[in-house]
């Protein structure tokens, strides 16, 4: 199985990340972390995602806040899927992020999940692994159907005290 590269401009970013590595590692998926800043450290995120492929990498999880350039910056120097994240900063939200991982020019595509959503991001990253892999994509099947039964026991409690 490929492995998903996760990489975060900050070690603020971790609790975000966190929410990621729950959910690869409950699929079973094998994943590496790094922080590497596109302004602060760009030859070694530049280094990382145009050796992603050879190094083993199917998908790469990009997490940034405020100007939120890494998953551009990691999309233009490989064609690997690139699955942004924006984080919430001091400013604006969340919003500022959005949008610079979202508006990226033609031909360099990052898909984006919303505001420090990844959990999202993970599912995803796995969605597009689980293309060439039906176990991946069965464990994905397995997820979505427990997660459709913990809302039923809810329903199911909500009626009972209501």
Known sequence: MKKIGIVMGSDSDLPVIEKAVKILRELNIPFEAHV???????????????????????VIIAA?????????????????PVIGIPCKGPALDGLDALLSTVQMPSGIPVATVGVNNGANAALLAAEILAVEDTELA????????RDSDAVLEKDAGIAERI
């Open 138 to 145: 069965a464990l994905l099947q397995q997820k979505r159907q």
């Open 64 to 80: 940034a806040g405020m100007a939120a350039h890494l998953a551009g910056a990691i999309a233009a120097n490989t064609t690997l």
């Open 36 to 58: 590497f800043s596109a302004h602060r450290t760009p030859e070694k995120a530049r280094e990382f995602a145009l050796h992603a492929r050879e190094n083993g990498f199917g």
